[in-house]
């Protein structure tokens, strides 16, 4: 891939590493063909230049989705590809149209959910990302599309993840062409039951893999000519018998005789078994059991697995005996016989396991025995039977086995495929291929060979198809492809199966020579091949010998070739166990045909192996194939850890590596012409300078740098291997010497910059010095004229002071004398106002004392007056009592009286008991307080006599002025602690304010919380009275319903099929007739106008029929003269729907709600339904607003027999006959016409309905959510085209590459734009229609609502699904399209947008993650809570991951941060959080009847002009008179 001159000093190349298998790294020096790189471990290597590879350093950091779009296609390219992918949990890549799957080893349910199926169901291959659905899908539609049938080949080694693989594909066509299978399971279902059973008999431990499918499978699902699945059948192909009787250490036979030896005591004994150490076709190998698996457990899950697929008891208990007896047979051991070459039993314990084998096989021991060591030839002279000798006999044993057991498992797949059953007359298949992978061990015998022969055929196979892909695309790029070689194995599987001289063909021709040994076989090979090229001789080893297979050399040990290649079955054992007793045993042994029963015919393995080879190559040959290569990523099988070296070698070993060499051979490179321009157009600038085409300005720019060899296709440049590397040394030069460009002058300007930088700073030195001296010198004039200004005042401050002291002293002195004279006024007039309020107190209390006193000997005195008059009555009724007992109750309620009156004086005296001694106590306190305030009067005038002689006697002694000094400093001694004390109150008096105040804070505080408490007290009193109202609603509502779904019932009970009620148009034996005028029900009764009364009166009873049928026609004629005028588009009147009015108007004014029988509800419902079979918007948006309005009437109007709504008072009053109700018609007609029959919206009559009418309201209900869902689907079909081209920004022409023209940018953001602009006038078209029509804003609302969301989900799961949406460009693209959306609700306003805008969230955040700068600044707690607060963690790590900006070459969020949303990610799985991180549109109807009363205003049937057609008409003379 690297060229001498394409390698320079700085390249970026990958070199061979030991451990990593290939490391990157750069060039640090270069020596001819030799180079020093130095890795991104910081080892330096040094290599030949040949074996280093270029490093694409643009590639996404997320790698690509498909690996032919890769710039270098080799080995490093591609593993470092799928390295970075697998990071990401990007499991699945594609390889042109392969599949490379790597098993992540944890679960990813998102990536298999229905969401996931429904994305790709029907996608273009390629378009969304790769997914083991896509090439399910791609199959599926080739099959249907083409007519033929595809197959699907999935390989990989033990543990790679076929087996899952195998399972989403069929799910997956399950779900395209699904059809339930026997009793509810479907077809996969059935496939995917049936695993456990060939699980347990076919798969094995090998080296690499605990349970590693020793055979291959390959599953039809069949199909009929409609796509829908038909059957399936499953094919086994490659067996490895040998492994029966041969197992090498450490792997281990089939799994069942494990299962079968770990299974319960009471079957083990039934079939006398022991551990499996003691069985010889199982002690071969050390290893018995499985860490981790439980064979006990293992055993009874086979058997309830085998009872799913329908294998009978019986038929299980015969299928363990076959195994047991495998085993036992496998312990029958041989010894030397009397005669020469004869053997026998070798002893009892031989014996035994002979007699358990035949016991099992229900046949007879001894023929058992005579099978086994003896052999019958027959000859035209007679039949001859010998003995064997012991190692003859020990191989009769062995192919007895593989036979045994190689029957019972084709039984088991004959028996699966009748479970699951097949359809002889399916028109195509699709074929799972689920085979076992290229082996390599460092130990490789005949079961390597053969299943190595099957990988070269696949090989081949493959290699053609690719071939083939390759052609076709070259084909269809019209370019030159006949030179190109096709790199082939053919040579390989002539040296392994080419007739005479294969190695298949010259081991079966060692097997019939019975002195062959696995020497003589060893040398016939040396000899035959020692100038074949794919086949070497090892030089320490005379048995074995390598080929070179497509992926790599394989030693192989020829010891056991002849012994592991017979295969034939022995006459002898063929009559024995077709003669067995067991049903079971003798049907896997059928009659052979009489010319191969005489003698044993030679039959290997290695024959049969190529025949069944063949077979399958045949099928495959016959479909379309699609590959599916799975990866083991580690042996550990952990997630997260990435093996290259183990990886490399499957990628070999699957023959990925051998198609890239296919594409290598050819043009690896491909690349369009705008990435052609977009990463070379550097190279030549005057390309795209000019106005060039895209594909000229690609060929000029690969002839300007002279390349050679490459091919321009119609939309592709297509390089040899090599010159993209070269192209990118040149691009590497032209950018380096623009970089070395940029850099000089960067430097130029930094030096200058440097320069300036120090000039500056030395004129700013020079300043600073300057200005310091400056300083200097004004602070010393500052000093000597502040020195001078000191004096000055310090002169001035001891003058002031002295004069102060003088001053000071004599107002002290002064203010002294006032003071104690104020003092001694304060006294006095104290002691005064105390006097005088003790005299008022001592007064107020004596004034109290005396009324108390009076009041009481008022009460005494009353009490006795009452008393005494008591008395008086009572001897008065007591005398009374005596003559007469009639006064006895009188007698009673005095007593009681008295004994009340008694009570209370008790009380009274008590109580003034408690007055006087209360009286006591507070006359004592008030002699108390009395007391103690004349004692501080009298310390009062002592205290002042005392100080007037102190001050007077200070006065008479006091000294001249000269002497008072020291009585002044003890006055002023004694002020300043007045002062003091003075300056504690007041500050006292502060904190009491201010405490005081703080009080009032806290108490307005607590008022304000108290009103606020309040206010919400009230709110909360408000909403429980809204709450009861609306609970009140909705009991009226549920008894209202209750009552209907009654009605229905019972009309439902009524109405019986067998008697039909005829409902004709003029018929005279209807139950009830309309009048003519109204409508309204009547038993034979005339409706006439005033002036027409008597005389119709007159004859009523001599003519009774003819009226009736008048009443029948005019009301036949009034019901097809109102479906002819509703099937009318009749307009608006006053913004209310003309139609809607009218219809109501009539039926109420009918009485059509109250009739138990009647066809006009039927006539309007399919008058509706042909109006709307059109899809035409304007007309469903006129009966969207009719339907709505005159449900909403209906709504307020109805209500059912028996609601709860009507008072038992009106329904008393109201007359239930038909004939009451006529009557009270004819009584006040026009008082009803104007109250009850049309009132007004205020104050609407309720009517109770019956059964037609509940109906009719309910159909209304259906055509309004039909109507509404018609015209939001049909809005969502005219966008959905569109918005599969607003995801994705359209690539600009070549000239946007080139900036500066303005009026380009211009034009192509105007036609960027265009997909949206076309998007936002379907919406303006949808609104204009709708408003026209004057559709319920509500209703509006909800349509746009629901297509906002439709948006939001489209975009949202192509931008998840596609990782070339995920970008900085295209999220710009998407945001300004947005912006549009945006402007539209703004326009349209809240009325009918509504909150259709935040229905977006998902996108709008999604697209603002993808265009925001410095994502790996962010944290993860910032995207999930301000960021995209909407998303869940499993959508962020998706578009985190996928994201790539093609604009700038910024990097997605940290490695940190989507290591924590992995984290995050297994948590959730873990806690069964759902994990589809796809959205799912709802396209349910967003409202109920009910929701939409509360939120429209009520409708008015108000005054509407009515139509022309029914204006003259006499029966719409009501509508006529209302709106006059």
């Not at 030949?48 to 080799?74: C, F, Q, R």
């Not at 006091?958 to 003091?980: F, G, H, I, N, S």
Request: proline share 4%; hydrophobic share 35%; with cysteine.
């Amino acid at each position: 891939m690297a060229t001498p001159e394409n390698i320079i000093v700085g390249s970026h190349v990958w070199v061979e590493d030991p451990e990593l298998a290939w490391i990157d790294g750069e060039v640090t020096r270069v020596n001819g063909h030799e180079i020093h790189v130095q890795n991104t471990n910081g080892k330096l290597v040094v290599t030949d230049i040949s074996n280093a590879y270029p490093k694409d350093t643009e590639a996404p950091p997320g790698g690509v989705d498909d690996m032919t779009k890769l710039a270098y296609l080799h080995e490093p390219g591609v593993l470092h590809n799928l390295a970075n992918r697998y990071e990401l949990n990007e499991i699945y890549t594609y390889t042109g149209n392969i599949l490379i799957a790597v098993n992540p080893f944890q679960r990813l349910p998102h990536l298999y959910d229905t969401h996931m199926m429904e994305q790709y169901k029907g996608a273009a291959f390629g378009e969304l990302s790769p997914h083991v659905f896509a090439v399910a899908d791609t199959s599926y539609r080739a099959m249907m599309n083409e007519g033929k049938s595809n197959s699907i080949l999935v390989s990989g080694e033990s543990g790679a993840g076929k087996t899952e693989t195998t399972k989403m594909l069929m799910r997956y066509l399950a779900y395209l062409g699904g059809r339930s299978g026997v009793e509810g399971r479907t077809v996969e279902q059935q496939v995917l039951e049936s695993n456990p059973v060939l699980e347990a008999f076919g798969n094995a431990k090998t080296v690499r893999n605990n349970n590693s499918s020793r055979f291959g499978k390959f599953v039809e699902i069949q199909f009929d000519k409609n796509g829908k699945i038909s059957g399936a059948a499953i094919r086994t192909y490659l067996l490895e018998r040998s492994r029966v009787c041969q197992v090498s250490d450490p792997e281990r036979n089939y799994h069942c005789f494990y299962l079968l030896c770990a299974a319960p005591p009471e079957v083990r004994e039934k079939y006398k078994l022991e551990s499996p150490e003691s069985f010889h076709y199982l002690n071969q190998s050390k290893c018995y059991r499985l860490d981790g698996v439980d064979d006990g457990q293992e055993y009874l899950a086979t058997r309830r697995a085998m009872d799913v697929v329908g294998i009978s008891e019986e038929d299980q208990e015969a299928i363990f005996r076959v195994v047991a007896a495998v085993l036992h047979l496998g312990n029958i051991e041989f010894a030397k016989g009397p005669e020469i070459d004869s053997s026998v039993i070798k002893d009892e314990k031989s014996r035994f396991h002979l007699s358990t084998t035949a016991e099992l096989l229900m046949c007879d021991a001894k023929s058992l025995e005579d099978a086994l060591i003896k052999r019958v030839m027959v000859t035209p002279e007679e039949i001859i039977t010998r003995t064997l000798d012991p190692v003859s006999a020990a191989i009769g044993r062995d192919a007895l086995a593989k036979t045994l057991y190689s029957r019972l498992f084709d039984w088991l797949v004959d028996k699966i495929n009748i479970s699951i059953g097949q359809d002889p007359n399916s028109k195509y298949i699709i074929g799972v291929l689920d085979i076992y992978g290229f082996e390599s061990f460092k130990f490789n015998s005949f079961e390597q060979f053969c299943i190595n022969f099957t990988n070269e055929k696949l090989q081949q196979h493959f290699n053609q198809h690719v071939f083939k892909m390759e052609q076709e695309e070259y084909t269809k790029e019209e370019i030159n492809w006949s030179y190109i070689e096709f790199v082939d194995n053919q040579d390989v599987l002539d040296l392994i199966e080419k007739k005479p001289g294969g190695i298949v063909a010259l081991l079966d021709e060692a097997c019939m020579f019975p002195k062959s040994t696995h020497e003589t076989f060893a040398q016939k090979l040396y000899q035959t091949f020692k100038n074949n090229k794919r086949f070497m001789k090892p030089k320490l080893s005379r048995t074995s010998f390598t080929i070179a297979h497509y992926a790599g050399e394989v030693t192989y040990q020829a010891d056991q070739f002849l012994d592991k290649n017979k295969d034939y079955v022995v006459a002898e054992h063929q009559d024995l166990l077709a003669a067995s007793k067991c049903p079971f045993v003798a049907g896997l042994f059928p009659p052979l045909p009489e010319e191969s029963s005489k003698s044993s015919k030679f039959s290997s393995i290695g024959s049969r192996f190529k025949l069944q080879l063949q077979s399958l190559m045949e099928t495959l040959s016959s479909t379309e194939p699609h590959y599916i290569r799975c990866v083991k990523p580690n042996n550990a099988l952990k997630p997260a850890i990435f093996e290259n070296i183990n990886i490399l070698n499957q990628l070999r070993c699957g023959g990925v590596l051998e198609a890239i060499r296919i594409s290598c051979a050819g043009y690896p490179t491909r690349r369009t012409f705008y990435d052609f321009l977009l990463r070379f157009g550097v190279l030549a600038p005057g390309v795209l300078d000019g106005n060039y085409d895209d594909k000229v300005g690609c060929q000029m720019i690969l002839d300007k740098m002279g390349l050679k060899g490459y091919q321009v296709g119609k939309a592709k440049i297509f390089l040899r291997a090599g010159q993209m590397a070269e192209l990118d040394t040149r691009r590497a030069e032209v950018l380096g010497n623009a970089a070395r460009t940029i850099q000089r002058r960067g430097r130029t300007y930094i030096a200058r910059r440097e320069f300036i930088s120090l000039r500056n700073a030395a004129i700013q030195l020079q300043c600073c010095c300057r200005g310091r001296m400056a300083c200097k010198l004004y602070e010393k004039l500052r000093q000597e004229a502040a020195a001078l200004k000191i004096q000055k005042n310090f002169r001035c401050y001891v003058a002031r002071k002295s004069y102060t002291e003088v001053r000071s002293s004599a107002i002290t002195l002064q203010a002294g004398l006032r003071a104690m004279n104020a003092r001694n006024e304060f006294r006095y007039r104290k002691q005064t106002r105390a006097a005088t309020t003790i005299q008022s107190h001592l007064r107020c209390y004596m004034a109290h004392s005396y009324y108390k006193h009076l009041q009481q000997a008022v009460l005494v005195t009353q009490c006795g007056w009452r008393r005494r008059v008591a008395r008086r009555e009572l001897r008065k009724l007591k005398m009374a009592a005596r003559e007469t007992g009639a006064l006895k109750e009188a007698k009673d309620k005095l007593e009681k009286r008295v004994e009340e009156l008694t009570w209370r004086l008790q009380f009274e005296k008590q109580l003034r008991a408690n007055l006087e001694e209360e009286k006591a106590q507070e006359i004592a306190k008030l002699q108390e307080a009395l007391q103690g305030m004349q004692i501080q009067v009298e310390e009062a005038n002592s205290r002042v006599v005392k100080e007037r002689d102190a001050a007077r006697k200070a006065i008479e002694e006091a000294p001249p002025v000269v002497k008072e000094v020291p009585v002044m400093v003890q006055d002023t001694e004694r002020v300043d602690v007045l002062t003091a004390e003075v300056e504690n109150l007041k500050a006292l008096l502060l904190k009491e304010k201010q405490a005081a105040e703080d009080a009032r804070k806290a108490c307005s505080d607590s008022e304000g919380r108290n009103s606020e408490l309040v206010k919400k007290l009230e709110d909360a009193e408000q909403k429980m009275n809204e709450l009861r109202d609306s609970v009140q609603r909705l009991d009226e509502k549920l008894c209202n319903a209750v009552s209907e779904n009654q009605v229905l019932r019972q009309q439902a009970l009524t109405m019986t099929p067998t008697k039909p009620v005829p409902v004709p148009a003029r018929s005279k034996t209807m139950t009830a007739q309309r009048s003519p005028e109204n409508g309204n029900i009547t038993n034979g009764e005339t409706k006439v106008s005033p002036d027409t009364t008597p005389a119709v009166y007159s004859n009523q009873s001599e003519s009774e029929d003819t009226p009736q049928k008048s009443l029948n026609e005019k009301q036949q004629e009034y019901q097809d003269l109102l479906i002819n005028c509703i099937s009318q588009n009749l307009g608006y009147s006053g913004g209310k729907p003309v139609a809607a009015s009218v219809i109501y108007k009539s039926l109420l004014h009918w009485r059509s709600f109250e009739v138990d029988r009647t066809s006009i509800f039927d006539r309007i419902i399919q008058t509706i339904s042909s109006a709307i079979e059109v899809q035409d918007n304007v007309v469903l948006a006129y009966w969207l607003s009719n339907t709505s309005t005159l449900l909403l009437l209906l709504q307020q109007t109805l209500k059912a027999t028996g609601a709860a709504s009507l008072t038992p008072q009106r329904r008393r009053t109201m007359s239930t006959s038909l004939f009451g109700r006529m009557s009270s018609l004819r009584a006040s007609p026009q008082s009803l016409l104007n109250g009850r029959m049309i009132s007004r919206a205020d104050n609407i009559r309720q009517v109770e309905a019956k059964y037609p009418a509940l109906l009719f309201k309910q159909q209304l209900t259906a055509f309004l959510e039909k109507i509404y869902g018609m015209i939001r689907d049909n809005l969502k079909r005219e966008i959905s085209p569109v918005l599969g081209l607003c995801i994705q920004a359209p690539r600009t022409s070549r000239a946007s590459l080139i900036k500066g023209r303005s009026h380009s940018n211009v034009a192509a953001q105007q036609a960027l734009m265009a997909h949206w602009q076309s998007i936002v006038k379907s919406l303006n078209s949808y609104l204009q229609t709708m408003k026209s029509n004057y559709v319920p804003p509500v209703l509006v609302h909800k349509v746009y609502s629901q297509i906002f969301s439709f948006i939001n989900v489209q975009l949202f799961n192509s931008l998840l699904l596609r990782r070339e949406c995920c970008s900085f460009s295209n999220g710009e693209y998407v945001k300004a399209g947005l912006a549009e959306l945006e402007q539209w609700c703004d326009d349209a306003t809240e009325e009918y947008a509504g909150s259709a805008w935040d229905d977006l969230k998902h996108i709008r955040q999604a697209v603002g993650f993808l265009v925001i700068h410095q994502k790996p600044k962010k944290i993860l707690n910032e995207i999930t809570k301000d960021l995209c607060p909407a998303l869940s963690i499993q959508q962020l790590y998706r578009i985190s991951t996928m994201y790539w900006d093609d604009k700038y070459g910024t990097h997605t969020v940290s490695s940190d941060v989507i290591s924590s949303m992995r984290v995050q990610m297994t948590e959730d799985a873990n806690n069964a959080v759902s994990s589809s991180f796809l959205l799912d549109d709802d396209s349910s109807i967003p409202f109920t009847v009910d929701e939409i009363s509360s939120s429209m205003t009520q409708p008015e049937a108000g005054d509407i002009e009515p139509p022309e057609l029914i204006r003259q008409n006499s029966g719409f003379s009501f509508l006529v008179q209302r709106s006059e």
